[in-house]
């Protein structure tokens, strides 16, 4: 049979030393190899790399490495076991001292009582006596190995499979995580499209709302807007004429119903100090004479431009 892959270990199922084999996971099985302290190069000067058949013996590895507590009393490996013992550390683990063996029991004989003979009817039928063959514990027989072989195959078959099947749960895992992953991923770049084209349209809509603003109204009156409120605003001088033209044409009462609905203008006493310092401004004359050939009788009355 196979002996162990580690450099320098000489160890044998012959020898009573359990075998296991590496991993079929190909991240876990180049873990093992190296591990196992072979990456020197071979007689070919290639790198070495494990065998499909290449099997490392239990002593590699620490007791932690092992399955606890197993009610059959076998020696499994965790799946996530890797050899760490090598060199003349794993050299000084031997068999009796990785794995003592127990004695074996002696069956004690049955005591009759003294007036019983016992007989074998079998027995004395029998022409020829039947010999019994018997082991001695230590003995190298024959059978004794072969019986060891087949179990230390049967414990190695259960590894295996148990490794395999580990392997298969952990794809099946990741490959259902991928899909979910996937089908996410799907999700939120449908949703990114849409915010995206939601983007455009606010974008168009708000460009549209600031070039009509534009039209209707001055840089000062959309601060004013903006602020929710006209105090503190430095008005222009571009508005304050516009102001002026309507608080003269409007009168009073009309400007000071503009301003309740939220007009963007300068109020009536800032418009007052503006006209104190400029009474004998050419273009406010102009504007009152002005308004004063449009308005009728009653609304020059009420907005004060009656002589």
Excluded at 81 to 98: D, Y
Aim: glycine letters at 6%; proline letters at 7%.
């Amino acid at each position: 049979m196979t002996g162990c892959c580690a450099k320098g270990c000489s160890n044998r199922p012959e020898k009573g030393f359990k075998m296991h084999r590496f991993p079929r996971n190909p991240h876990r099985r180049k873990l093992w190899e190296e591990k196992v302290n072979q990456s020197h190069l071979d007689a070919n000067c290639k790198p070495w790399f494990a065998s499909p058949h290449a099997q490392i013996c239990e002593v590699h590895f620490e007791g932690h490495h092992f399955e606890p507590h197993r009610v059959d009393g076998k020696r499994k490996l965790k799946y996530n076991a890797v050899p760490l013992i090598f060199g003349e550390k794993a050299q000084q683990v031997t068999l009796s001292g990785f794995r003592p063996i127990l004695p074996i029991p002696v069956p004690m004989p049955e005591l009759l009582p003294a007036n019983t003979v016992p007989h074998d009817h079998a027995y004395s039928a029998s022409a020829t006596p039947q010999r019994m063959p018997v082991v001695f514990p230590g003995s190298d027989s024959k059978d004794s190995n072969l019986n060891a072989d087949e179990q230390l195959h049967a414990d190695d078959s259960d590894t295996q499979e148990d490794m395999a099947t580990s392997d298969s749960l952990t794809a099946d895992s990741t490959s259902d995580n991928l899909t979910k992953m996937r089908e996410r991923i799907k999700t939120y770049q449908a949703k990114i499209h849409q915010l995206r084209r939601e983007k455009g349209t606010i974008l168009k809509k708000k460009n549209r709302l600031e070039s009509s603003m534009l039209k209707m109204f001055r840089s000062d009156q959309i601060e004013a807007l903006s602020r929710g409120g006209m105090r503190g605003i430095q008005w222009s001088k571009e508005t304050m004429n516009m102001a002026r033209r309507l608080w003269q044409m409007c009168g009073s009462n009309g400007y000071e119903f503009l301003l309740q609905q939220h007009y963007p203008l300068p109020s009536v006493r800032a418009l007052q100090r503006a006209q104190e310092e400029q009474r004998a401004s050419p273009e406010l004359d102009e504007v009152v004479g002005t308004s004063r050939a449009t308005l009728l009788p009653q609304e020059m009355f009420g907005s004060g431009f009656h002589n």
